[in-house]
């Protein structure tokens, strides 16, 4: 098992642009989050996902939007990047007990 | 010691010591907690995990403590290795749920 798989590693983008964070999971979980970490800080939940068609907002949901097709991609998409959205961004699954977490996004808006 | 940081607490702790990280959680009715390290550059990773239906739990060469009446949780490190240099979160959850809130972290640096 691969476990959670995040692309791109590392992005930078200009503000205004747009992208999609990729985060596919092979163990057949059906819970799945998107976190963002600012440096030096905690973990903030951005969107969760109870399985396939279930989406709901976290702390900081703004700016973003996701959609789950599938039990195993969880893609966050930035529509209109901000300076305030650069950060690492961590996707993470679960069944029970704890979550799974991905490497992670770099992600730099200049 | 520890000291409050810009952002992180942090505890540094001489290698062979045993280190304590010390986590106060904010819901009385969280009945599951986990401990997470996250490693420079990588996501966090599961360490260990506690029912409210216990106080204690070890694992190899952790512990992790629950004392529900003052909502603290601790984690014990034993004989702490330079390997063990990183930050920790504890996460707690309602109903073993699956929607774990996380504390802020602590950094533990290791010394030589």
């Known amino acids: 098992n691969a476990g959670v798989t995040q692309t791109p590693k590392f992005r930078i983008l200009k503000i205004g642009q747009s992208m999609t964070l990729q985060c596919t999971q092979d163990?057949?979980?059906?819970?799945m989050y998107w976190y963002r970490q600012d440096p030096g800080m905690g973990l903030k939940l951005i969107y969760y996902?109870?399985?396939?068609?279930?989406?709901d907002k976290g702390e900081v949901p703004n700016g973003y939007n996701v959609s789950r097709s599938t039990t195993e991609d969880f893609p966050l998409r930035l529509e209109l990047a901000a300076p305030s959205q650069t950060s690492v961004y961590f996707c993470?699954?679960?069944?029970?007990?704890?979550?799974?977490f991905g490497s992670g996004t770099r992600l730099t808006v200049v | 010691g520890e000291s409050v940081g810009l952002h992180l607490p942090t505890l540094s702790v001489q290698e062979g010591d045993n280190s304590i990280i010390n986590c106060a959680y904010s819901n009385s009715a969280s009945d599951y907690f986990i401990w997470y390290k996250q490693e420079s550059g990588k996501g966090p990773q599961f360490i260990i995990d506690?029912?409210?239906?216990?106080d204690k739990r070890q694992g190899q060469r952790v512990t992790v403590l629950l004392n529900k009446t003052v909502k603290h949780l601790s984690l014990q490190i034993a004989a702490t290795q330079p390997g063990d240099s990183a930050v920790y979160f504890c996460a707690e959850t309602v109903n073993y749920g699956q929607n774990f809130v996380f504390g802020p972290g602590t950094r533990l640096s290791v010394l030589p």
């Open positions: 993470a699954s679960s069944f029970t007990g704890g979550y799974t």
């Open positions: 506690i029912r409210s239906n216990m």
């Open positions: 996902s109870v399985g396939a068609g279930i989406t």
């Open positions: 163990m057949n979980h059906n819970y």
